[in-house]
Structures are given as structure tokens and as C-alpha cells.
């Protein structure tokens, strides 16, 4: 399960290159599978480079960028939302934080916990867990925010990226994608 999980920290330093992206304004989302939809947050739209690609087996459900890009210098504050099937294994969200915190840290060395902890909340109707966590990439205070959810055989990440210093405003910024976050289907077989 551990390499599985570090495809979903090389899309992440892929989303914090900051640049500027072939993007669409909407104002909900809904995945072109059919298995989930939520609402845009004000200030972010697709960006469609990234949907449906496979990253080290996880795929790539969507991203969320600024809709005015970001210096390509600089990290642009961005939201994706992933999707890694479980292949038949028992797995429950209390189990993912762990794991993933410990793969992010493998990833990226710098990477330590925001000292807010492991929350649990519901996502979907289903219960998740969130994570924070702080690192340096690029001589770059970034801080991060991750959401796991299983519904059926899958396991969805959203991870929320800013800058240390925009973190917070950014997390209120997209408070309502978790609040809208809806699986179309049945979630027990999503």
C-alpha cells in the first residue's frame, strides 16, 4: 500500500509548480464517471490538464486551481481530489491517516504534522479523516491539508496546498467543497 500512496505525493509536487493552466469556470463539478460532484469554490476552477490521468496507479479525479494563475514562481494555492482503488482490501479511513502521513514524510523529508492532529468528520455521508501538515518545498512554507474517504472499493484524497502564510484563509476559501461533496452512487459500491 505504501507505494500506491507515494504516486499521490509525486502529483503533489506536480500541483506546486504553480503554472499557469488551460482552465474552466463552473460553478459545480461533477466527476465524468458519474461518482461524485461538489461545488466549486469562488476563486477556483478545473484545470483540466490533470483529469483522468493515472499517477502511480492513482487516478486523478480533479484539480483545482486559481482562476487568475499564480506567479510561476510561487506556489498557486490549488485542491485535487484522487482516487485509488483498494483491489479488494479491507481498509477503514482511521487506518489511511497513518500510513499516509508516514509516506508524505518519506516523500518529502521536511514534511512534519501542523499540530492540529487527526480529525474525523464525514465526507459524503461516509466517515473521513483530515491530516495537516507543514513542509518546506522549494525553499517554500507550504502547508497542507488532506481528507481521506472510502466508498466502495475506493479510497478518495483531497488535499488542500497553500502557502503557510495563505493557509488559513485558503481552508475557509474551500470549506464548502467538503460540506457539497456528494457520491452519486450507492457509496458502499463507489
Known amino acids: 500500500?505504501?507505494?500506491?500512496?507515494?504516486?499521490?505525493?509525486?502529483?503533489?509536487?506536480?500541483?506546486?509548480?504553480?503554472?499557469?493552466?488551460?482552465v474552466r469556470a463552473a460553478n459545480t463539478f461533477t466527476d465524468p464517471q458519474g461518482r461524485f460532484t461538489f461545488t466549486i469554490p469562488d476563486?477556483?476552477?478545473?484545470?483540466d490538464r490533470?483529469?483522468?490521468?493515472?499517477a502511480s496507479g492513482i487516478e486523478i479525479g480533479v484539480v483545482l486551481?486559481?482562476?487568475t494563475p499564480?506567479?510561476?514562481?510561487?506556489?498557486?494555492?490549488?485542491?485535487?481530489?484522487?482516487?485509488?482503488?483498494?483491489?479488494?482490501?479491507?481498509?477503514?479511513?482511521?487506518?489511511?491517516?497513518?500510513?499516509?502521513?508516514?509516506n508524505l514524510q518519506q516523500a518529502i523529508?521536511?514534511?512534519t504534522p501542523d499540530g492540529v492532529g487527526f480529525q474525523s468528520l464525514t465526507v459524503g455521508g461516509m466517515p473521513a479523516q483530515r491530516y495537516g501538515y507543514?513542509?518546506?518545498i522549494n525553499g517554500l512554507a507550504v502547508h497542507g491539508s488532506q481528507v481521506a474517504v472510502i466508498a466502495g472499493n475506493n479510497i478518495y484524497f483531497m488535499t488542500f496546498t497553500a502557502t503557510d502564510d495563505t493557509?488559513?484563509?485558503?481552508?475557509?476559501?474551500?470549506?464548502?467543497?467538503l460540506t457539497s461533496f456528494m457520491f452519486l452512487n450507492n457509496p458502499a459500491t463507489t
Do not use: E, K
Open 1 to 22: 500500500m505504501r507505494q500506491r500512496f507515494f504516486g499521490l505525493f509525486f502529483l503533489l509536487g506536480l500541483l506546486i509548480t504553480g503554472l499557469p493552466a488551460t
Open 43 to 47: 476563486g477556483l476552477t478545473v484545470d
Open 50 to 54: 490533470y483529469t483522468g490521468q493515472q
Open 65 to 67: 486551481t486559481p482562476t
Open 70 to 102: 499564480a506567479d510561476p514562481q510561487t506556489l498557486g494555492n490549488n485542491v485535487n481530489v484522487t482516487i485509488q482503488s483498494l483491489g479488494g482490501m479491507t481498509a477503514s479511513v482511521d487506518d489511511a491517516g497513518p500510513t499516509i502521513l508516514n
Open 109 to 111: 523529508p521536511s514534511a
Open 134 to 136: 507543514v513542509a518546506t
Open 167 to 177: 493557509f488559513a484563509d485558503f481552508i475557509a476559501q474551500t470549506n464548502g467543497l
